[in-house]
């Protein structure tokens, strides 16, 4: 049995690599050919700490895993990782556990790597302006993928600590020189997103973190923070303003994102504003982006089927390397 740190995992994959694992996750998912039972959920009385078990099954592709991950928020304000997760890789065909997985790493590539979906797919082509809101464990995967899937000249970051949000800009700018984007820490979540093409939030805060008013026509906007029915990142104005709605999975979406949840209790959409899921676009059962002006949202919880296609590929490639 392999044991997978980060560092082995950097040495034979990549975040590109992962997006491809993570379009098929998604195509594979919509098509009903992954088994993905709704996460198991456990939060504690203070209503952030979660507890979470995923496990995921695809026949047709031989591929079985199960996800354990531990989601505490305010861990970041200690130095620690607020999420805290182990993959068990699981040969399909004898049940035996082949590779326990960085489960931390691993869920930083395949969330990342499902924004970088999204934006591949529904994206303008001529984006030069990205934002980004939250610098958490999630943040780096999240800017990058960006990065990967279109060509832009600048990224501005943002979070409620604005020291965090410079170091944060500071590290990033270094690691990423490749892309040549230029990548620079503001104070607010507004003077990031305006004028941007691009606006990914990953944060778990309980109210918006920018203002609808500061968004412009034709962006493309991610929302990877908010997994329960209470936390709301994403401006309900803008969901209920939005040309086209998508997802990663329609029923945990519905169960769990309170990006979607809030507005559709207040009623300022309802379930026909919803297009569907980003698999079927991929797929072309659905349309994606027709034009420039179409303002779209894409909301991510996070689903079993991510963690299988990557869990997946990591191991195939990781086993040879250790042949």
Known sequence: MLVLTKKDIEKCYSLKECIDAVAEAFKYFSAGKVDVPLRTQIVKKNGRDTFLCMPAFCEEKDAACVKILNMFPNNIEHGLPSINAQVLNIDANTGVVNAIIDGN????????????????????????????????????????????????????????NFERAQEFASKMQTKLAKYQTKIKAVKTGNEAVRDADIIISVTPSHKPVYDFSNVKKGATICGVGSYQPQMEETPAELVAHADKIYFDAKKAVLAEAGDIIIPLQQGLIDESHLQGEIGKVISGELVGRENDEETIFFKTVGIAAQDLMTAKAIYAKAAVANN
Request: glycine content about 8%; proline content about 0%; overall charge positive.
């Open 105 to 160: 790493y691993l869920t930083q590539l395949r969330t990342g790597a499902a924004s970088g979906v999204a934006l591949k797919y529904l994206a303008r082509k001529n984006c030069t302006k990205g934002a980004l809101i939250g610098t958490g464990a999630q943040a780096a995967t999240q800017l990058e993928a960006m990065l990967l899937v279109r060509d832009l000249a600048e990224v501005l970051v943002s979070d409620l």
